[in-house]
């Protein structure tokens, strides 16, 4: 039998195991901010604290399993879960470090970083490669944590630097609801990662029932959906959960959803060549999005081995983004980080299960 692992609990739920309650405030602190996996070394613990905390308890989720860095200073890494099964996660650095004439600091980089919600799948988008390995399990809400401070502490991180967090790698979090929304109070607590939900992005194909749920839970998270397309017959093909929650379901969830006054929802659109490029698409894209506070982000197609999809042209992508900013709608274009390692989420995985294999 596994033992349970530390990172799964809340503050709260640790000071109902260890009493009293300040030693659960001293363990969280122990754990994410002194980046500290050993129980010996937690010294204002009492010792027999110590001893129970060492026999009961796991400190890590995951290990390391293989890591690429990108020319543009993305890493990519496969981590190890207790069990065996593996899954990614990226590190983005957002802003470089920036040093006056006399070597002081006067900006400090800034990261986001891409998590995953469960090994796999069930979504199955024909152009994921995550989708292609089916669904293996859910992520418990400490191995979505400890995908973060692991990297934190990987590469070094100082533990006062927030980073951003993105639920854009493997698995949709809206069919893992209730270990991502654990996962968003242990990384705000003040005591642990102090990563406030205004930094942190739930990224969802369109789940409606779920983004309704999810509104109702009111953590004060920032919503991203994976549109993909302006209507129902292509969102299909490339994704058959538009079948069961079509367009017109998603804006009207998002339409409800509680969001802070000064940020928006961001609509994800994947551009296919050919598919969905068109100023055709970009036009039924203004009217879908009417009365949203809304940004969309365009993201090339990242082709993969197999996949019947071709990245579009930067001439199409501009233009694309160029209609919708003269039609009020706030749009970019992801840079896509990493593509010269392992490109789109899953491929990492995929390689190295070819290379292993
Ligand atoms: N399941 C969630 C979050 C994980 S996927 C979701 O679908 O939103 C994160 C993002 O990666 C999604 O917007 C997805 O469309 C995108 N993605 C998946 N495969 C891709 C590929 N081959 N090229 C570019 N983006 C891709
Ligand atoms: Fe799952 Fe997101 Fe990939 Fe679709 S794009 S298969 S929802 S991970």
């Known amino acids: ?19 009293p309650a300040f030693r659960a405030k001293q363990i969280f602190k122990w754990l994410y901010q002194g980046y500290v996996d050993d129980a010996e070394a937690m010294s204002n613990l009492p010792k027999a604290m110590r001893d129970t905390l060492a026999d009961t308890y796991d400190f890590v989720p995951l290990e390391v399993a293989h890591e ?5 200073g993305s890493v990519k890494t496969l981590f190890r879960l207790r069990d065996g099964h593996t899954i990614e996660s990226v590190l983005l650095p957002m802003k470089e470090e920036v040093v006056d004439e006399e070597g002081r600091r006067v900006s400090h980089p800034k990261f986001t970083i891409c998590i995953s919600s469960q090994v796999g799948c069930k979504i199955g988008c024909t152009f994921c490669l995550t989708a292609k390995g089916g669904f293996v399990r859910n992520l418990s809400a400490g191995e979505i944590v400890g995908q973060v401070l692991a990297l934190k502490k990987r590469h070094g991180i100082s533990p006062e630097r927030r980073v951003n967090i993105v639920y854009m790698g493997m698995g949709e979090p809206l069919d893992n609801l209730d270990a991502v929304a654990k996962a968003v109070k242990i990384f705000a607590d003040l005591d642990g990662l102090s990563i406030s939900p205004k930094r942190q992005t739930i990224s969802t194909s ?58 928006r929802i961001m609509f994800e659109y994947l551009v296919i060549r050919g598919r969905n490029d068109d100023l055709g698409s970009a036009k039924k894209l203004v009217t879908l999005l009417h009365g949203i506070k809304s940004k969309v ?45 392992s490109a789109a989420c899953g491929q990492l995985k995929e390689r190295s299960t070819h290379v292993t294999a």
């Open 297 to 341: 982000n365009l993201i090339y197609f990242n082709p993969h081995e197999g996949s019947p999809y071709t990245r579009p042209h930067t001439a199409e992508m501009e233009a694309f983004r160029d209609y919708l900013n003269a039609h009020g709608i706030v749009c970019t274009i992801r840079q896509s980080k990493g593509l010269d390692i």
């Open 1 to 19: 039998m596994m033992k349970p692992c530390l990172l799964d609990f809340t503050k709260e739920e640790l000071g109902l195991v260890f009493s």
């Open 68 to 72: 690429e860095t990108s020319k543009d």
């Open 206 to 263: 369109g789940l409606s029932h779920q983004i309704k749920k999810l509104g109702e839970m009111n953590l004060g998270i920032l919503l991203a959906i994976s549109l993909h397309a302006v209507d129902d017959a292509l969102r299909q093909e490339l994704m058959p959960i538009n079948k069961a929650y079509n367009i017109a379901s998603i804006i009207e969830a998002v339409k409800v959803f509680p969001i802070d006054e000064r940020k």
